[in-house]
């Protein structure tokens, strides 16, 4: 049983460049989400998914999206990338309503 | 809309000593409660929880108090290890299927530990 697992750990892009961050989960959970996590600061939710071809828009959704073809895969999609996206992103999932969080290890993004 | 704060964002204590972290909330109708544990480079992991019908609970090495009234809760390591040094977040889940789940987090404290 794995988890969470994010692909790739470590990405550096030049500005413009788009890329997708990779998410699986083996736990059959419905719920997904994806957060960014700047220096020094909290979690802040970019989108969200209740089930699978189930999506919406989190608290910083611009720049980025996201499709849930599969209950286990969660994919990320930058377009266009930006220095403001620079940042450590985690993708999580959750069985149920009033459970826990289960995380990724992260993917670390530079956009230069 | 919830917002979850932290009275200190770091906090440094020898090894051995007791740790108390401590986060205030704004919605007196929260009803759940967590708290993350985040090693460095690593992704948060839960530590334990607590419900609103609750005022403690304990887990190994670990307590979380929760005091409605004043909408405070805090979290207690005992006896502080090196492998305690993270940061430590709170988190209110949000229980109903408008809100998805979605979970408001505090900005984390960052615990180190002196040897």
């Known amino acids: 049983n794995a988890g969470v697992t994010q692909t790739p750990k470590f990405r550096i892009l030049k500005i413009g460049q788009s890329m997708t961050l990779q998410c699986t989960q083996d736990m059959n959970h419905n719920y997904m989400y994806w957060y960014r996590q700047d220096p020094g600061m909290g979690l802040k939710l970019i989108y969200y998914s209740v089930g699978a071809g189930i999506t919406d828009k989190g608290e910083v959704p611009n720049g980025y999206n996201v499709s849930r073809s599969t209950t286990e895969d969660f994919p990320l999609r930058l377009e266009l990338a930006a220095p403001s996206q620079t940042s450590v992103y985690f993708c999580?999932?959750?069985?149920?309503?009033?459970?826990?969080?289960?995380f990724g290890s992260g993917t670390q993004l530079s956009v230069l | 809309g919830e917002s979850v704060g932290l009275h200190l964002p770091t906090l440094s204590v020898q090894e051995g000593d007791n740790s108390i972290i401590n986060c205030a909330y704004s919605?007196?109708?929260?009803?759940?409660f967590i708290w993350y544990k985040q090693e460095s480079g690593k992704g948060p992991q839960f530590i334990i929880d607590i419900r609103s019908n609750m005022d403690k609970r304990q887990g190994q090495r670990v307590t979380v108090l929760l005091n409605k009234t004043v909408k405070h809760l805090s979290l207690q390591i005992a006896a502080t290890q090196p492998g305690d040094s993270a940061v430590y977040f709170c988190a209110i889940p949000r229980e109903t299927d408008t809100n998805a789940g979605k979970s408001t987090f505090g900005d984390g404290t960052t615990l180190t530990v002196k040897p």
């Open positions: 919605n007196s109708a929260s009803d759940y």
């Open positions: 999580a999932s959750m069985r149920g309503l009033g459970e826990k969080l289960f």
